[in-house]
């Protein structure tokens, strides 16, 4: 008995007493001290020691890009960061950088975790954009099943053009939506019967932010266009993964609601020049290809343009009217849709296939293809399928610009 | 004092850890890719193997050993049971203290370590350094030594394997044979190599 007793007791003896002595040490190794950060050498911030640089940032209503939340995919929070304070580069961030990056000390601040003093510089644009501003939504139409246009008021004291092929980002307030509530126009009320998206269910417990690309025409002066995307669960495990938590909130908002948002970014813009451009978009790819193409149009562009896009079925596919009179305005301006998997009832008799086939297919007619300029944007599939089409053609990768949703 | 340095050697070559008694091998092999990241573990185990030892010791002869209770009255009672337990224990709260050490003052080195750092709790050859203290019955400073010497004996190996495996580089091995293959290959070179060392001890 006073075998187990002191056994047991000599054990948590030991235990308490190496715990104990664990954290002492850590008290006296760890610093527990704020740390110094200079941003653009005009903002000097302090923070706690041990926090990532994009919450240090974004708790400083500097509003960096984050479009995958801030697991280091997507690449849009690149920050150049000098200090020792900053550590090395993570092995997720060698994947996103370029060496030249690297040796400029650019750095993913999602990634970044601060242990002591550093300086910071982040694109200027951004340090003025300031922080999320609140906007009331003009206007809110289904376009496609799972796509829904939102044109959003921008307020006074903001730009109210912008260049194409920005994003904003827009961040959605915690919230509960039970998607049988959702009040679905006629046409798409069965895609979404049959698909089982009405039983889907979201809560979102805090604000999250995700970034969207802008749909403007140049007549769209004053307000943001915005095609959203519900992003869904893949088909079998709707009760698994929930559907986004931006786009399924975006969903719900109506005309006259307030919307916080922040920007414009972006670095996905139409080049200077004077070769041909190739545009290539899928699903809402649709949104900076639209407002590249309207806003080179309406500047009176004499480069040969020609957009590719595709959709599965005509029911996905949106603004085909809108472009179709373009076409017919502007000789040097083609449309070319393609659905991959016309239905039946479409009646369709445009391309049918794939986006790259369609693409290929017209290209190798081409008499130069390696002499044109290639703008895509669309689900991160896609863009590997055509960035394979295009190098069979022979076109160098510095002539291909891409926005594949930061995936 | 001949005795310890005789202790030392025997630790360090002639019962080498990984190359003589194959301890620790998956440490051995998946940190010696590089020769800095073989020191930097070399480091670590003589370092680890240094400070548990004797604590261990301190532990065992003090609190588990049998008769270790006398002073109390119970001469009969024996702990030594509670021994694998308690080493665990310590060695954990040393590689722990270890990590926090080098994280403050060697962030690059820490950062070489990754996830083998805290491997370091459960690897064979610092339990084993424990284990062959308490069988063999070693002293307080023989105790030391041999941690020592067999911390270092396994850095040596390691930063041998380490140089080997950074020139192997530039060789054209088969297919099959890259990466762990030729390091298996190698350490079993290496260990009828040290193999020469128990010749030595023996003639002695």
Not at chain 1, 24 to 32: G, V
Not at chain 1, 167 to 196: H, K, N, V
Not at chain 2, 35 to 57: D, K, Q, R, Y
Not at chain 2, 136 to 151: A, K, M, P
């Amino acid at each position: 008995m006073t075998e187990i007793l002191l056994g047991s007791l000599v054990i948590m003896g030991l235990v308490v007493g190496l715990a104990m002595g664990l954290l002492a040490f850590r008290s006296r190794l760890l610093p527990s001290g704020d740390i110094g950060l200079d941003v653009n050498d005009r903002m000097h911030l302090r923070a706690k020691r041990g926090v990532r640089l994009l919450d240090v940032l974004h708790g400083f209503d500097i509003p960096i890009p984050a479009a995958c939340g801030g697991k280091g995919t997507c690449g849009l929070c690149r920050v150049t960061v000098l200090g020792d304070g900053a550590g090395t580069p993570q092995a997720t961030e060698r994947g996103v950088l370029s060496p030249r990056e690297r040796r400029a000390h650019v750095r993913l601040a999602c990634q970044t975790t601060l242990s002591g003093d550093c300086a910071v510089w982040v694109p200027d644009g951004i340090l003025s954009a300031g922080s999320g501003f609140a906007c009331t939504v003009a206007s809110a139409r289904m376009l496609a099943p799972l796509i829904r246009e939102i044109v959003l008021n921008m307020p006074d004291d903001r730009l109210s053009t912008f260049r194409a092929g920005d994003f904003m980002q827009i961040t959605a307030p915690a919230y509960r939506l039970d998607f049988a509530t959702l009040e679905l126009p006629e046409p798409f009320r069965e895609p979404w019967e049959i698909a089982g998206w009405s039983e889907m269910r979201v809560s979102s417990e805090a604000a999250v932010t995700r970034a969207y690309s802008l749909a403007n025409r140049p007549e769209d002066a004053g307000t943001a266009v915005f095609n959203i995307r519900l992003a869904v669960p893949p088909p079998g495990r709707e009760t698994e993964i929930p559907p986004g938590l931006v786009s399924s909130w975006l969903f719900t908002v109506n005309p006259g609601d307030s919307v916080t948002a922040s920007g414009p970014f972006g670095d996905f813009h139409v080049r200077p020049g004077t070769r041909e451009m190739i545009f290539v978009g899928g699903g809402v790819g649709m949104a900076p290809l639209r407002a590249m193409i309207h806003q080179e149009l309406a500047g009176g562009t004499d480069r040969r343009i020609r957009y590719f896009y595709g959709a599965r079925a005509a029911a996905d596919l949106f603004y085909s009217e809108e472009f179709e009179a373009l076409a017919r305005q502007h000789k040097h301006f083609s449309w070319r849709p393609a659905l991959s998997d016309p239905a039946p009832g479409d009646r369709w008799t445009g391309a049918s296939g794939f986006i790259h086939e369609i693409l290929q297919a017209e290209m190798t007619r081409h008499a130069s293809p390696e002499e044109c300029e290639y703008y895509l944007c669309g689900p991160p599939v896609m863009i590997s399928a055509v960035l394979a089409t295009l190098q069979r053609l022979g076109v160098e990768p510095d002539a291909i610009f891409y926005d594949d949703f930061g995936a | 004092m001949t005795d310890l340095w005789s202790l030392f050697l025997s630790a360090a070559f002639v019962d080498n850890m990984p190359l003589t008694l194959f301890l620790g091998l998956c440490t051995f092999l998946a940190l010696s890719k590089r020769p800095e990241s073989a020191l930097g573990l070399g480091i670590a185990m003589t370092g680890v193997l240094g400070v548990t030892v004797p604590l261990n010791w301190l532990i065992y002869r003090g609190l588990l050993a049998p008769g270790a209770w006398t002073w109390a009255g119970m001469p009969e009672l024996d702990l030594s049971y509670l021994s694998l337990i308690a080493f665990i224990g310590v060695i954990a709260a040393t590689v722990q203290l270890l990590e926090m050490l080098l994280d403050r003052f060697f962030p690059a080195v820490h950062a070489s370590f990754g996830v083998f750092l805290p491997l370091l709790t459960v690897q064979c050859a610092i339990l084993a350094g424990s284990l062959f203290m308490v069988d063999r019955s070693y002293g307080f400073s023989e105790s030391v030594v041999f941690g020592l010497g067999s911390g270092l004996g396994f850095a040596v190996a390691v930063v041998m394997l380490g140089a080997i495996r950074g020139r192997l580089a530039y060789a054209d091995l088969p297919a099959g044979l890259r990466g762990l293959g030729i390091a298996f290959i190698l350490t079993g070179l290496m260990s009828l190599g040290f193999a020469s060392f128990a010749q030595m001890a023996m003639s002695q």
